[in-house]
């Protein structure tokens, strides 16, 4: 297995506060992705890294924020939580980009009240 | 826009049976296109990687296939088994972007 973590695996936080969810990877691979899994929706990009300080927007990017300041660690941080960004959140990396196999972290449940 | 569309969305067979699980796509100018398997409340796993120039990929009883030029791509599991029971998502990709479909969830009866 590709050796991604995900932090927190689980949290509850109230509407209004900032929530920050860590990826760490020890593959050294280029790419880095945050989606949200959602019923009836699937699987949809948030943001998305291509280098130390390299990011870009995904699909359903509105209410969220990435930083990678390092290759190893991809930061997504929702400014202020509301009920709509209550989701299962994935991160994942590739060597480089679509040429390559993409593999996936566990996954972070995030429940906003 | 690539849209990406998974039929059946849930199928459930006895043990033994072979499938196929359908993915069609609607930009062909694809890269590559990613088969992977979801088991409840886990993560994605990476079953099979089937490049652009390629028609085929096998790996143990699982074959998937791509035709890129009609936007089709087959998953064939031989011989199922209970523990194949999962959700299947299949991913076309550009440069950067992985595009998924919402997965036929599979169920598979002893």
């Known amino acids: 297995d590709a050796g991604i973590t995900q932090s927190p695996r689980h949290k509850v936080t109230e509407t209004g506060t900032p929530v920050t969810l860590r990826c760490h990877q020890t593959?050294?691979?280029?790419?880095m992705y945050w989606y949200r899994q959602d019923p009836g929706h699937g699987l949809r990009l948030i943001h998305y890294s291509y280098g130390v300080k390299d990011t870009d927007k995904g699909e359903v990017s509105d209410g969220y924020s990435v930083s990678r300041s390092k290759t190893e660690d991809f930061l997504l941080t929702l400014e202020s939580a509301t009920s709509s960004q209550t989701s299962v959140y994935f991160c994942?990396?590739?060597?480089?980009?679509?040429?390559?196999?993409?593999?996936f972290g566990p996954g972070t449940r995030l429940t906003v009240t | 826009k690539q849209e990406v569309t998974q039929i059946p969305a849930a199928l459930s067979v006895p043990e033994g049976e072979n499938l196929v699980l359908n993915c069609s796509f609607t930009?062909?100018?694809?890269?590559?296109l990613q088969w992977f398997r979801q088991d409840p409340g886990k993560g994605l796993t990476s079953l099979l990687l089937?490049?652009?120039?390629?028609r085929e990929q096998t790996s143990g009883r699982l074959n998937a296939s791509l035709d890129k030029s009609s936007g089709r791509s087959t998953l064939y599991i031989a011989a199922s088994q209970p523990g194949d029971s999962a959700t299947y998502l299949c991913a076309p990709t550009g440069t950067y972007k992985y595009i998924f479909g919402t997965g036929t969830r599979l169920k598979v009866l002893a």
């Open positions: 930009d062909s100018a694809i890269y590559n």
């Open positions: 593959e050294n691979h280029r790419y």
């Open positions: 089937i490049q652009s120039s390629q």
């Open positions: 994942a990396i590739s060597e480089g980009g679509g040429a390559y196999e993409q593999y």
